[in-house]
């Protein structure tokens, strides 16, 4: 039973370019997570998507940033136009169910961005 | 708003010595209360979890009370692992936020033979 999987797990994009992070829930998932993990800090929500729906995106950036969950295929985490201070590692979760605060959430490895 | 306030770190123990990680929160209504590990170059493993006031969780030989009145769920183990080495984080999901979870800074923990 394969977990929640990400790719690429390392990214090096030059500033200016575009950074694209996809994730696989777990098989039976249909709600995945995005949070974000920059250096010395612990993680920070962005966005939570059931299937074809955005359900909140309190945590995203206003500009540059935006998510999509797709019916079929993974997850995309898209960046655009990078600064250095996108530089992170960002991690995916996903559960099977999901709006209640007592459903676990499985991460994946996790995607670590270099913006030089 | 939600957050979660965990103990500074580094720490540092001796195998076979008591560990204890404190957690403290602040939350709209009745959270559910998770600690999460995060071993090198990996992703977060749920630890255990508690969902309503006076729980404990355990796994692996580790515990965390859900205590409302203190407003705390503290990590313990009695005795640490060279393996437990890791990044400890404490974690909130609030019933007014969609499930989505408030970390703590994270602790880490390096246990020495």
């Known amino acids: 039973n394969a977990g929640v999987m990400q790719n690429p797990r390392h990214l090096v994009r030059r500033r200016g370019q575009e950074a694209r992070l996809r994730c696989s829930p777990m098989k039976g998932h249909s709600h995945v997570y995005w949070y974000r993990q920059l250096p010395e800090e612990g993680l920070k929500f962005m966005v939570y998507l059931q299937k074809e729906n955005i359900i909140d995106e309190s945590g995203m950036p206003k500009e540059r940033f935006s998510a999509e969950f797709p019916k079929e295929g993974p997850s995309i985490l898209r960046i655009q136009q990078v600064v250095r201070g996108d530089s992170a590692a960002y991690f995916c979760a996903s559960s099977p169910s999901g709006g209640a605060s007592s459903y676990e959430q499985y991460f994946g490895p996790g995607t670590r961005l270099t913006v030089t | 708003g939600d957050s979660v306030t965990q103990m500074e770190g580094p720490v540092t123990l001796s195998e076979e010595a008591f560990l204890t990680i404190n957690c403290t929160y602040t939350?709209?209504?009745?959270?559910?209360l998770f600690w999460y590990v995060q071993y090198p170059g990996e992703g977060l493993q749920l630890l255990l979890k508690?969902?309503?006031?006076?729980d404990k969780g355990s796994n692996k030989g580790f515990e965390a009370t859900y205590r409302k009145e203190t407003t705390s769920f503290h990590l313990e183990k009695g005795s640490v692992q060279v393996s437990d080495s890791a990044v400890y984080f404490c974690a909130l999901s609030s019933g007014t936020s969609y499930g989505k979870l408030t970390f703590g800074q994270g602790t880490i923990l390096t246990v020495h033979p």
């Open positions: 508690a969902t309503k006031a006076d």
């Open positions: 939350a709209t209504g009745y959270p559910s």
